[in-house]
Nanobody, 118 residues
């Protein structure tokens, strides 16, 4: 059973930055696409960034030009660099396969809380 462990969240002021990490308990080399998701209280979970195994990336409009997804296959780790954070970015952030490819997702991890507030 694959495990996903997210970390790097915290409390940050508007305009600040955070770098999230997602460690996967199996090789990510062959995973077609991994994504970062977020879920705010009372809202549906949304996919905010995805990286394919060729390194190509896609972003939700709400985070484009502020967030950057990357990965290091040798470390089985996917990263999300978040800059120019806004209060509306406040959410629990989780990683998993990109659900747009209609493939079975891994069991969700605990996620990491990001709170943007002054």
């Amino acid at each position: 059973q694959v495990q996903l462990v997210e970390s790097g969240g915290g409390l940050v002021q508007p305009g600040g930055s955070l770098r999230l990490s997602c460690v996967v308990s199996r090789s990510i080399f062959s995973i077609y696409a991994m994504g970062w998701y977020r879920q705010a209280p009372g809202k549906q979970r949304e996919l905010v960034a995805s990286i394919a195994n060729d390194g190509s990336t896609t972003y939700a409009d709400s985070v484009k030009s502020r967030f950057t997804i990357s990965k290091v296959n040798a470390k089985n780790t996917v990263y999300l660099q978040m800059n120019s954070l806004k209060p509306e970015d406040t959410a629990v952030y989780l990683c998993n396969r990109d659900w747009n490819y209609k493939i079975s997702l891994f069991n969700w991890g605990q996620g990491t809380q990001v709170t943007v507030s002054s």
